[in-house]
């Protein structure tokens, strides 16, 4: 079955560490987007790719970088400068552009926690 | 830009109730609209999506949102409400991007 695949579902990050989240979708999408969601928030935006080797920066991309090196894969790291990195972490992937009538399908997210 | 906003974060119905989710956008053009739903510790599913044409979309598990361009709404019902409908339900506007609605959790009484 296609999908997206998050990894691990569970994380936590000591002070000072940087942590990476996996995201592979088996979608063939070209477009992939990592959301931050915290209670009351809804889904910010963190950094989404619409093509290998281009990524552009969401509402909330301070303490975070992420690469696109295949059409699959889009991981993302929590750098130790976010300074607030407690949070629920989807991956989702979507049709050619940004601006589209097609839906984002979402993985099961990563919740990411401070020891 | 465009936004969307969800009135009421939380709502509670009994079961076999009306379910009734608001939703109202802001867009200078016309937008592509979402409702998704997410279950705890998941990612979201796709409900329904409005694109163009009619205006009252039907999704899965018996849910229906009506485009209403004059309101700029488009709020999600459902006849009869089920204890799996239990979730948080978020509305989404795509213009430029992708905007979601803050959520809002629905609870089934029994």
């Known amino acids: 079955d296609g999908g997206i695949t998050q990894s691990p579902k569970y994380l936590f990050r000591k002070e000072g560490q940087n942590v990476t989240l996996s995201c592979e979708q088996n979608?063939?999408?070209?477009?992939m987007y990592w959301y931050r969601q915290d209670p009351g928030q809804g889904l910010r935006l963190i950094y989404y790719?619409?093509?290998?080797?281009?990524?552009q920066k969401g509402d909330i991309a301070e303490g975070y970088s992420v690469s696109r090196e295949k059409k699959e894969s889009f991981p993302l790291t929590v750098t130790s400068a976010q300074k607030n990195p407690t949070a629920f972490y989807l991956c989702?992937?979507?049709?050619?552009?940004?601006?589209?009538?097609?839906?984002?399908?979402f993985g099961d997210g990563t919740r990411l926690s401070i020891l | 830009a465009q936004s969307v906003t969800q009135l009421g974060s939380h709502v509670s119905v009994s079961e076999g109730a009306l379910v009734l989710l608001r939703c109202n956008y802001s867009?200078?053009?016309?937008?592509?609209l979402f409702w998704y739903v997410q279950y705890p510790n998941q990612g979201l599913q796709l409900l329904l999506k409005?694109?163009?044409?009619?205006?009252l979309v039907k999704g899965i598990n018996g849910f229906e949102a009506e485009f209403k361009k004059s309101e700029t709404s488009f709020h999600l019902t459902k006849p009869s409400a089920h204890m799996s409908d239990a979730a948080e339900y978020f509305c989404?506007?795509?213009?430029?991007?992708?905007?979601f609605g803050a959520g809002t959790r629905l609870t089934v009484k029994p």
């Open positions: 989404a506007v795509s213009v430029n991007d992708m905007r």
């Open positions: 979608l063939n999408h070209d477009a």
């Open positions: 409005y694109t163009t044409g009619a205006t």
């Open positions: 867009s200078s053009v016309p937008p592509y």
């Open positions: 989702a992937s979507g049709g050619a552009a940004v601006s589209s009538n097609q839906p984002q399908h």
């Open positions: 790719s619409q093509i290998v080797n281009d990524f």
